[in-house]
């Protein structure tokens, strides 16, 4: 939980409570296959729950079991919040028991704080996926409410790894926009312009040619293409069979963005920030809400207010650029080159 001290400016705004912008539902929502609901059963997944957590809230596929962490995953019960078991049929057809668990957001992010971990911004971008399945020479376009195992495999390796994956319902709108050999073809335009209904800031298309002798036991060839920062990055494997061919194109775009995003465990420092753009109490508890957003924030103190420019102290492990990055990625705030006289000057964009 971020720490905001305000010591001079309240009666200058006439300070509100401020409330947290919302986190997003799925992000702290983890679910695991359990064999009943035994106590013994609830503890298990439980702790498997806890690792996937500290995975999407980390990026680290492999979570380092320091003592700090021994410790949680030996009392998960204190990290989460409410659970509950459902039954539901899986891609072969069979029931499977499931158990649903909600974690305690400020709970966790301490407890990865506390074992020196690195954090990963929860405000995750959010990525569209085009999927073509060619088998015997013809090509399908898959949509959210296509069957294949394939779509199955893509949302789940997303959410173990904390990002929010839209799969397009290839309705008449799709349908008229986009067909397989445009997205075989990588048709770059075409794409981004049918991908725009769905606000997502990562275009992923992926290309799978399936030729084994079965379905059971398939030869996959998989490759992906997807834009970052305006530089393409693509890869091609082989995989033999359709839980894993998720795996890599998906890892690739969570580590490209891990490589830009994730502030790294370190000491926190106080970084000096000047905020212009603020002309009141509802700027200025937008601004505070929104800076509680940021787990890598610890603590957030403000100094003083001169000539409208509102001057913080910023506790955070996040140094220099990526801090800077970090602040700006959606634009609510930009870097404001007017206000000179701190270390860092930003503009509130609201």
């Not at 909600?102 to 990865?112: K, R």
């Not at 393409?232 to 795996?247: F, K, Q």
Request: net charge negative; glycine share 6%.
């Amino acid at each position: 939980m971020v720490r905001i001290i305000v010591t001079l400016v309240c009666t200058l705004f006439l300070c509100g409570r401020v409330q947290a912008l919302e986190i997003p539902d799925w992000l702290y929502a983890v679910e695991q296959p359990v064999q009943g609901q035994s106590e013994q059963q609830r503890q298990l997944a439980a702790s498997q729950a806890l690792l996937v957590m500290l995975t999407r809230l980390t990026g680290l596929v492999s979570v380092p079991r320091t003592p700090i962490i021994k410790a949680a995953l030996d009392n998960p019960a204190r990290f989460y919040d409410r659970y509950v078991f459902f039954e539901e049929t899986d891609a072969q057809g069979n029931d499977q028991q499931i158990l649903s668990m909600t974690f305690h957001s400020e709970v966790v992010v301490d407890l990865v704080r506390q074992a020196n971990l690195p954090i990963w911004w929860s405000q995750r971008p959010t990525i569209v996926v085009w999927v073509v399945l060619e088998i015997d020479g013809r090509r399908e376009l898959l949509g959210a409410r296509s069957k294949h195992p394939l779509i199955g495999a893509l949302k789940a390796r997303a959410r173990y790894r904390g990002l929010e994956l839209i799969i397009p319902t290839l309705d008449a709108a799709d349908q008229n926009a986009v067909t397989a050999q445009d997205v075989w073809g990588r048709f770059t335009d075409t794409l981004d312009a049918a991908s725009a209904r769905y606000a997502a800031d990562i275009v992923l298309t992926a290309r799978v040619q399936e030729t084994g002798t079965s379905t059971e036991n398939p030869n996959l060839q998989v490759d992906w293409q997807f834009w970052l920062a305006q530089q393409p990055y693509t890869g091609r494997v082989s995989v033999g069979d359709y839980d894993n061919v998720a795996i890599p194109a998906i890892d690739a775009v969570v580590d490209e963005l891990i490589d830009r995003y994730v502030v790294p465990a370190r000491a926190a420092r106080s970084v000096s920030v000047a905020v212009a753009g603020l002309s009141g109490m509802g700027p200025y508890a937008d601004l505070m809400a929104y800076l509680e957003t940021f787990e890598f924030i610890d603590q957030v103190q403000v100094t003083s207010l001169r000539d409208g420019v509102l001057y913080l102290s910023l506790r955070s492990p996040a140094e220099g650029r990526r801090l800077v990055e970090l602040l700006t990625a959606q634009n609510r705030l930009v870097t404001d080159s007017t206000h000179i006289g701190v270390g860092v000057q930003l503009l509130w964009q609201g």
